[in-house]
Nanobody, 123 residues
Framework: QVQLVESGGGFVQPGGSLRLSCKASRSDFTFTNMGWYRQAPGKEREFVAILSGSTAATYPTYMESVKGRFTISRDNADNTLFLQMDSLKPEDTAVYYC??????????????WGQGTQVTVSS
């Protein structure tokens, strides 16, 4: 098994920035699609951004409300996914979850989820 460990959440004022990280606990696991989701209090979990494709070529997709403000990226050598969040708004307040589709080299693949990191945007 592998764990996806998120970090970087916190409290920020509107207009501020945060950078979330998601690191896989095992270096022998490789991931293809990796993305971010979020869940606000009383709401369902929603898609935020995803990097699709192989480690050689990835394609970002964003939910409409974060386009131009959030940037998803990854460091393949370190098996880490990032989410740079700029111009944050109160409606971005949520628990942010990382997920990835992967497995050990030559082994079976499945989706994995992180434990979540809280992002609070408030004045």
């Amino acid at each position: 098994q592998v764990q996806l460990v998120e970090s970087g959440g916190g409290f920020v004022q509107p207009g501020g920035s945060l950078r979330l990280s998601c690191k896989a606990s095992r270096s022998d696991f490789t991931f293809t699609n990796m993305g971010w989701y979020r869940q606000a209090p009383g709401k369902e979990r929603e898609f935020v951004a995803i990097l699709s494709g192989s480690t050689a070529a990835t394609y970002p997709t964003y939910m409409e409300s974060v386009k131009g403000r959030f940037t998803i990226s990854r460091d393949n050598a370190d098996n880490t996914l990032f989410l740079q969040m700029d111009s944050l708004k109160p409606e971005d307040t949520a628990v942010y979850y990382c997920n990835g589709y992967g497995g050990p080299l030559g082994g079976s693949r499945q989706w994995y989820w992180g434990q979540g990191t809280q992002v609070t945007v408030s004045s």
